[in-house]
């Protein structure tokens, strides 16, 4: 498989959630020419549902049955992978037939029954490291997942939370993940991320985006998770750790030329 060769760079792109179907095809239609152009294979992200916000009011989702339409008509009309969040055991029967990728979120990369619904799917697993773990225990949620004989594993370093409200990279992280023997993930947007802040929203700094990953691929990651928006600001989830959409080309080229050159 493309994306497991240790030798191939690629990206997951795309907006945190569902919002609308306009979103989600101008997004994913921008990123397919990028890619196409530089030559990058590419996994369209955006979850369906986001269930693990600090706030009861903050927006959750536009309708689960909507919002997996949508994907799967990104997927059907742009031709490209979809990677969307499951975070119980019953989501991943859901998604199943759809995603490409199922995404293990940070908080529930613990969580037995759901690391073992997702791997018996079949389909590629990517378990998100909690910002509460060293990289080292990653192998434990491997190990839960490759029980179900489904060795299509990828580990997502995304940070280690610093304090209550902010958070830091390790990127040793990187290499101890490369260890066990699958494709390690950076995710360069939740990691300049700001949790925990007193309004209920999470903050960010994305000026420290383009920085990270590149620090990410001279430490060996083989793929870049970005979460990307034509207006960051306008957003209706995790809009402050966002890369603006138009931003992304060039980020791209970067770490591309980046990647040969190593």
Not at 135 to 149: C, I, L
Not at 167 to 192: C, E
Not at 213 to 225: D, E, L, P, T
Not at 252 to 258: A, I, K, P
Request: glycine content about 6%; aromatic content about 8%.
């Amino acid at each position: 498989m493309l994306f497991n060769n240790p030798e191939t760079f690629f990206v997951i792109a795309g907006p945190c959630v569902v919002e609308s179907k306009e979103l989600c095809f101008e997004t994913a239609a921008h990123l397919k020419t990028i890619t196409t152009e530089l030559n990058i294979p590419f996994v369209f992200k955006a979850s369906y549902k986001k269930a693990n916000r600090s706030k009861l009011q903050a927006f959750s989702t536009i309708g689960e049955d909507k919002a997996l339409q949508i994907l799967a008509d990104v997927k059907s009309h742009f031709n490209i992978p979809i990677l969307t969040d499951v975070h119980e055991t019953t989501d991943c029967e859901k998604v199943k037939d759809l995603a490409d990728v199922l995404q293990i979120p940070a908080f529930l990369c613990r969580q037995t029954e759901l690391l073992i619904a997702a791997g018996k799917t079949g389909k590629i697993v990517n378990i998100k490291k909690g910002q509460f773990l060293s990289a080292e225990m990653m192998q434990f949620a491997a190990e839960k997942v490759a029980s179900t004989n489904n060795q299509k594993i990828w580990l997502t370093e995304r940070g280690t939370q610093f304090g209550y409200q902010d958070l830091i990279v390790d990127f040793r992280n990187i290499q101890q993940m490369k260890k066990m023997g699958y494709p390690v993930v950076f995710d360069a947007t939740h990691s300049v991320q700001q949790p925990n802040q007193q309004q209920g929203f999470s903050g960010g700094k994305p000026e420290f985006i383009d920085t990270l990953a590149k620090c990410a691929i001279v430490s060996g990651a083989n793929g870049i998770f970005i979460e990307t928006h034509p207006n960051p600001k306008t957003a209706l989830s995790d809009g402050a750790n966002m890369l603006d959409l138009k931003e992304v080309k060039t980020l791209f080229e970067t770490l591309q030329q980046l990647h040969k050159i190593l």
